[in-house]
């Protein structure tokens, strides 16, 4: 990756009326935003259909798209939502959503309910020309969509409850319940299937265009999937799961800076011998999609493929627990026998060891450094700017940090002076003062974030790891895709050469 910079943004972010970001006119503004403010990468979470607890890292398909990012006022503009024929309570008199945080339970029920009117909309009037579209794009994806669509529609038909309570046939993944299971249930398959249609003609359009605008996007998925996923139902043998379908052992961290007790995510663990048998297909595929969707790939916990933390199921917290390895950069190389080199980040955050910093240098893929976990001893930590290599992403804090505000005021007066120290000021624009630190250093890639761009407090934070609740729901509004933040970040990104 040649010298540049970003911003990280999840498009649930984006401002708007129906409660949630969504790929509408506002995503092209921010695409125009970043261009403005001289950037070249748009680094976004996980894409995919959100499940427990609207965590962008625990979805219900590791290939679908979200249908809450569909956005409405394009499907009125295409004819593919009828919004003259709408009744008073639909979109001509939009909920009072709140315009700062996305409320998941009504802005779900609300576009539920808008996408199965536009599914209505396409069986009633499509033309052939669309229908053959649609046709043709289930055809290309049938290898995941045929999956992910009957499961969902399986779930609504069992009021939300997960998979392995299903009646048994159908748990198990059977090929007559399943067939028989897709006959009965025909009209919510296809109307999944329609949604993810417009979901990916819609992101596909977004993309092209900040391509054309000379901004890369960067993807990001996780290491692992969601327990009640369409990937765990469907190829459950390549899990730890036992005869109850219940998984034996799952994923997480020990303890760590986030959390005493350590991080007991709940991911079903791969069986990487099965899947080596098997040539790593699901994960061949799997970077196939991703590369469909980014420029750039993310891996979330990239460490878990060295070694990851093995909690046995019955745990109530992560602190007990084994290192298993796992399948190194065999993985790796064979994904690039089939798809050739690809551009990956490896989130090499967490307990690393000199094992797991190889396994990135072999596989040839920049690390990440945050710069707020830098300022905890002394001028040797591998986080502070000047310590960076080239091949390195570079961020003052993630989706998972305090912004930077936040941070620092939940500092103490010496780890204060440690800061200002390094950063030769006296704090008075501290998030400005780390910008620059990281954008003067070595790193080929420095990606920030908008809250810190926007000098935000901690009630923007994106994410507390190891909270339950209250995640993901932050957005900005129209007005903070302020001109005058984006000419000081076109200033500071050209003074230090990372304007592409």
């Given at each position: 990756?040649?010298?540049?910079?970003?911003?990280?943004?999840?498009?649930?972010?984006?401002?708007?009326?129906?409660?949630?970001?969504?790929?509408?006119?506002?995503?092209?503004?921010?695409?125009?935003?970043?261009?403005?403010?001289?950037?070249?990468?748009?680094?976004?979470?996980?894409?995919?259909?959100?499940?427990?607890?609207?965590?962008?890292?625990?979805?219900?398909?590791?290939?679908?798209?979200?249908?809450?990012?569909?956005?409405?006022?394009?499907?009125?503009?295409?004819?593919?939502?009828?919004?003259?024929?709408?009744?008073?309570?639909?979109?001509?008199?939009?909920?009072?959503?709140?315009?700062?945080?996305?409320?998941?339970?009504?802005?779900?029920?609300?576009?539920?309910?808008?996408?199965?009117?536009?599914?209505?909309?396409?069986?009633?009037?499509?033309?052939?020309?669309?229908?053959?579209?649609?046709?043709?794009f289930c055809d290309r994806n049938a290898?995941?969509?045929?999956?992910?669509?009957?499961?969902?529609?399986?779930?609504?038909?069992?009021?939300?409850?997960?998979?392995?309570?299903?009646?048994?046939?159908?748990?198990?993944?059977?090929?007559?319940?399943?067939?028989?299971?897709?006959?009965?249930?025909?009209?919510?398959?296809?109307?999944?299937?329609?949604?993810?249609?417009?979901?990916?003609?819609?992101?596909?359009?977004?993309?092209?265009?900040?391509?054309?605008?000379?901004?890369?996007?960067?993807?990001?998925?996780?290491?692992?999937?969601?327990?009640?996923?369409?990937?765990?139902?469907?190829?459950?043998?390549?899990?730890?799961?036992?005869?109850?379908?219940?998984?034996?052992?799952?994923?997480?961290?020990?303890?760590?800076?986030?959390?005493?007790?350590?991080?007991?995510?709940?991911?079903?663990?791969?069986?990487?011998?099965?899947?080596?048998?098997?040539?790593?297909?699901?994960?061949?595929?799997?970077?196939?999609?991703?590369?469909?969707?980014?420029?750039?790939?993310?891996?979330?916990?990239?460490?878990?493929?060295?070694?990851?933390?093995?909690?046995?199921?019955?745990?109530?917290?992560?602190?007990?627990?084994?290192?298993?390895?796992?399948?190194?950069?065999?993985?790796?190389?064979?994904?690039?026998?089939?798809?050739?080199?690809?551009?990956?980040?490896?989130?090499?955050?967490?307990?690393?060891?000199?094992?797991?910093?190889?396994l990135r240098d072999q596989a040839g893929?920049?690390?990440?450094?945050?710069?707020?976990?830098?300022?905890?001893?002394?001028?040797?930590?591998?986080?502070?700017?000047?310590?960076?290599?080239?091949?390195?992403?570079?961020?003052?804090?993630?989706?998972?940090?305090?912004?930077?505000?936040?941070?620092?005021?939940?500092?103490?007066?010496?780890?204060?002076?440690?800061?200002?120290?390094?950063?030769?000021?006296?704090?008075?624009?501290?998030?400005?003062?780390?910008?620059?630190?990281?954008?003067?250093?070595?790193?080929?890639?420095?990606?920030?974030?908008?809250?810190?761009?926007?000098?935000?407090?901690?009630?923007?934070?994106?994410?507390?790891?190891?909270?339950?609740?209250?995640?993901?729901?932050?957005?900005?509004?129209?007005?903070?895709?302020?001109?005058?933040?984006?000419?000081?970040?076109?200033?500071?990104?050209?003074?230090?050469?990372?304007?592409?």
């Amino acid at each position: 990756m040649k010298r540049s910079s970003g911003v990280l943004l999840h498009p649930t972010s984006l401002p708007g009326r129906y409660g949630i970001g969504e790929f509408s006119t506002q995503a092209y503004r921010f695409v125009d935003w970043l261009v403005s403010a001289g950037q070249t990468l748009w680094q976004v979470m996980p894409l995919g259909p959100t499940g427990f607890g609207d965590s962008p890292y625990q979805c219900f398909s590791a290939f679908a798209g979200n249908p809450l990012l569909i956005s409405l006022d394009q499907l009125v503009a295409e004819g593919a939502l009828d919004a003259a024929a709408l009744d008073a309570d639909a979109l001509a008199s939009v909920p009072a959503f709140p315009a700062t945080r996305v409320d998941y339970g009504p802005v779900i029920e609300f576009k539920k309910k808008m996408l199965r009117r536009s599914y209505d909309v396409f069986a009633a009037r499509a033309g052939s020309a669309q229908r053959a579209d649609f046709a043709a794009f289930c055809d290309r994806n049938a290898a995941w969509l045929d999956d992910y669509a009957l499961f969902i529609a399986l779930k609504d038909a069992h009021n939300g409850n997960v998979w392995n309570t299903w009646e048994p046939a159908i748990a198990r993944h059977e090929t007559a319940a399943v067939r028989e299971a897709r006959a009965a249930l025909r009209e919510a398959v296809e109307a999944q299937a329609y949604y993810q249609y417009q979901f990916f003609r819609q992101w596909e359009a977004l993309r092209a265009y900040a391509n054309e605008k000379g901004v890369r996007v960067i993807g990001d998925i996780p290491i692992f999937v969601a327990f009640d996923s369409a990937d765990a139902w469907s190829h459950r043998d390549e899990f730890y799961f036992d005869e109850t379908l219940q998984p034996t052992v799952i994923a997480g961290v020990p303890p760590d800076y986030f959390s005493p007790t350590g991080q007991r995510w709940g991911n079903p663990l791969y069986r990487w011998d099965v899947m080596a048998a098997r040539g790593y297909g699901w994960w061949i595929e799997r970077c196939r999609a991703a590369f469909g969707l980014y420029d750039v790939l993310r891996i979330d916990h990239f460490r878990g493929f060295e070694s990851y933390w093995e909690v046995p199921a019955s745990e109530p917290t992560a602190m007990i627990g084994k290192w298993v390895k796992g399948p190194g950069l065999d993985l790796f190389r064979t994904i690039e026998g089939a798809l050739g080199k690809l551009p990956i980040i490896a989130e090499d955050l967490g307990v690393i060891t000199p094992e797991v910093e190889a396994l990135r240098d072999q596989a040839g893929f920049p690390g990440m450094r945050v710069l707020q976990f830098a300022f905890v001893a002394d001028t040797a930590s591998a986080f502070l700017p000047h310590n960076y290599v080239p091949n390195t992403v570079a961020y003052v804090g993630t989706h998972d940090n305090d912004t930077t505000m936040g941070w620092w005021a939940s500092l103490d007066a010496p780890t204060r002076a440690q800061v200002t120290d390094y950063t030769g000021t006296e704090g008075d624009d501290i998030a400005w003062d780390l910008i620059r630190s990281l954008s003067a250093s070595v790193a080929n890639t420095v990606i920030l974030t908008m809250q810190d761009l926007l000098k935000l407090g901690g009630e923007a934070r994106m994410n507390l790891p190891g909270r339950a609740g209250g995640n993901w729901g932050w957005r900005i509004q129209a007005k903070d895709m302020d001109q005058a933040v984006a000419a000081r970040l076109r200033t500071l990104t050209a003074t230090y050469g990372r304007n592409g």
